[in-house]
């Protein structure tokens, strides 16, 4: 499994991105895709995560309201939509599969990574 995110940059206070992350999984409507971001020095932290269907979304408090999740299945792709970005919202962020269908914030529940692509937000 290969997991290709893409979409990070410099982006203003305020401004907004899409990360994208491509997998090549075969059944990838089966598994649920997660974004996770981490700074130098700290643990990976959750940020948000959808169901094998797309049909259920979770979201940390730090971004809830502002970043939303998708998921194409015909595509393989899941999405990270950030709005209304702050300069804490930088880090390095990450797509990851959990290989059941039910998502979950718990990184160790999660098998295959994404190299990670940087956002940095300035102020």
């Known amino acids: 499994v290969q997991l290709q995110a893409s979409g990070g940059g410099l982006v203003q206070a305020g401004g907004s991105l899409r990360l994208s992350c491509a997998a090549s999984?075969?059944?990838?409507?089966?598994?649920?895709m997660g974004w996770f971001r981490q700074t130098p020095g700290k643990e990976r932290e959750f940020v948000a995560a959808?169901?094998?269907?797309?049909?259920?979304?979770s979201y940390s408090d730090s971004v809830k309201g502002r970043f939303t999740i998708s998921k194409d299945n015909a595509k393989n792709t899941v999405y990270l939509q950030m709005n209304s970005l702050k300069p804490e919202d930088t880090a390095v962020y990450y797509c990851?599969?959990?290989?059941?269908?039910?998502?979950?914030?718990?990184?160790?529940?999660?098998?295959?990574w994404g190299q990670g692509t940087q956002v940095t937000v300035s102020s």
């Open positions: 999984v075969r059944t990838f409507s089966s598994y649920a």
């Open positions: 959808t169901s094998g269907r797309g049909d259920s979304t």
């Open positions: 990851a599969v959990r290989l059941y269908s039910s998502s979950s914030y718990d990184p160790n529940q999660y098998t295959y």
